[in-house]
């Protein structure tokens, strides 16, 4: 799909560096390279060379490099100008390409144009964005591999195989008396439950992507000075949060992100939960329920003096259909020891000499969900999760429409290989492209 118009853009970060690049593609690329260079470079082959306002003097040197199409990342003619990393002088030279006929891009217009033009499906496009939002070496990794296709290639022989068992189903409604016994002959019902089973492990690795992007958003609460800062700073590694001996400190939720194993986990300390008659500390309390509407993970501490009374009893009442764990905070002021209890629901620990941490980190990891290395995992983002459970659940009804009527079973089989395809931009509406594309950064 040629674009009729030419897009420029910094495609470098905001600020100083030693180093900004320029970006742009479309028809007029080579226009805008004969005047900005004064000549036209070898393609893929970098040149030194003084970057030309209109009167011919010098706005920049650096180096240039030319890709034609359709060898280049949009599939358009494009040029790349890398000069100085200073913020004026780069407005110079996008400015100059406007100028000569370009227009400002849009937010992942480049990486736009690349999947409208088949560069790159609709999976390995998120991954641009996602490698580049990687909170962790391990979401960085997956992300590479979701942008070279490891995830796309999984959904693409699902689909595969899932047009050749339609083919082979469709074949036989023509023929209703022959219908069962050719299809076991042919072990398409073999062939379903195989396809089940891929999915299932897709959809576990996809889950491990997720968990890898999005993390885990975890809320301390419970009653004033029971050591929910304490508790915060101890897993982040330093004070986030300030602590001190007086009940309430903590009048706002203060939020900090941490990693273990590479699972970014979003942990919002609270006020602590009391009837109080302050209208600061109220607001404080009243933040907290709202942060426990949005989490996945609740982390009731109580003091390990008197464990769990008839005030956490209260707050335990009101909390939110949650995955919740009980943490016995203070175990330093008492003879315990660090331990979790069978089901790993209560911990025993020590936040301000760190005993019992590791039990608390190995919890939260299995709360999340965590159960496999970053290596072998690609990437996903919720939508992708959503779309393979929808397929997944076509699937399990298609199984269970096999032996009633083969149109059923047809039927499900369709709309598991469209809800797969939407994963990889097969089948797309514009307004998710336009909600995908527009969380990108500009020049990308």
Excluded at 57 to 62: E, H, I, M, T
Excluded at 163 to 190: G, H, K, N
Excluded at 364 to 388: C, E, K
Aim: with cysteine; charged share 25%.
């Amino acid at each position: 799909m040629a674009s009729s118009d030419t897009i420029a853009a910094i495609a470098t970060a905001p600020g100083r560096g030693g180093i900004g690049v320029v970006r742009v593609s479309g028809p007029l690329a080579r226009q805008i390279a004969e005047a900005f260079l004064g000549r036209m470079p070898e393609p893929r082959r970098a040149i030194y060379c003084s970057f030309q306002d209109a009167a011919g003097a010098v706005l920049d040197q650096g180096i240039a490099l030319w890709f034609p199409a359709p060898h280049s990342y949009t599939g358009e003619d494009v040029l790349e100008l890398q000069g100085h990393g200073g913020p004026h002088i780069l407005s110079l030279v996008l400015e100059r390409c406007v100028e000569l006929g370009a227009r400002h891009a849009d937010a992942g217009e480049f990486t736009r144009r690349a999947y409208l033009n088949d560069k790159l499906d609709l999976a390995q496009a998120e991954a641009v964005a996602d490698l580049i939002d990687a909170e962790s070496r391990e979401a960085a990794r997956a992300a590479v591999r979701t942008m070279q296709g490891a995830f796309s290639r999984e959904i693409e022989a699902l689909v595969a195989g899932l047009i050749e068992l339609r083919a082979l189903i469709e074949a036989t409604l023509d023929f209703p008396e022959e219908e069962i016994d050719f299809l076991e002959r042919a072990q398409a019902f073999d062939r379903l439950a195989k396809l089940r089973a891929r999915l299932d492990n897709v959809q576990h690795e996809a889950c491990q992507g997720a968990l890898l992007r999005e993390g885990l958003n975890i809320v301390l609460i419970g009653q004033p000075n029971v050591g929910k800062s304490s508790l915060l700073n101890a897993l982040a590694g330093f004070e986030a949060a300030i602590v001190t001996e007086m009940a309430g400190t903590t009048r706002d939720t203060v939020k900090e992100a941490i990693q273990i194993e590479g699972v970014p986990l979003h942990i919002t300390d609270t006020a602590g939960l009391r009837d109080t008659q302050d209208p600061v500390e109220q607001i404080g309390i009243a933040r907290t329920w709202a942060a426990l509407a949005k989490a996945d993970v609740a982390i009731l501490l109580v003091d390990a003096q008197h464990g769990v009374g008839p005030n956490e009893a209260s707050i335990l009442s009101r909390m939110p259909d949650i995955p919740r764990l009980t943490i016995h905070n203070k175990i330093d002021l008492t003879a315990v020891s660090p331990r979790q209890s069978a089901d790993g629901g209560e911990i025993w620990l020590s936040a301000k000499h760190g005993q019992g941490l590791s039990l608390l980190r190995e919890r939260l990891l299995t709360l999340a969900g965590w159960q496999t290395q970053a290596s072998g995992v690609f990437l996903a983002r919720q939508r992708h999760v959503d779309a393979i459970r929808r397929a997944a659940l076509h699937l399990q009804q298609a199984e269970a429409a096999a032996r009633v009527a083969l149109e059923l079973l047809a039927e499900e089989l369709r709309l598991a290989q469209v809800v797969l395809s939407e994963i990889t931009g097969e089948f797309s509406a514009d307004d998710l492209l336009g909600e995908i594309f527009g969380r990108f950064c500009i020049g990308k």
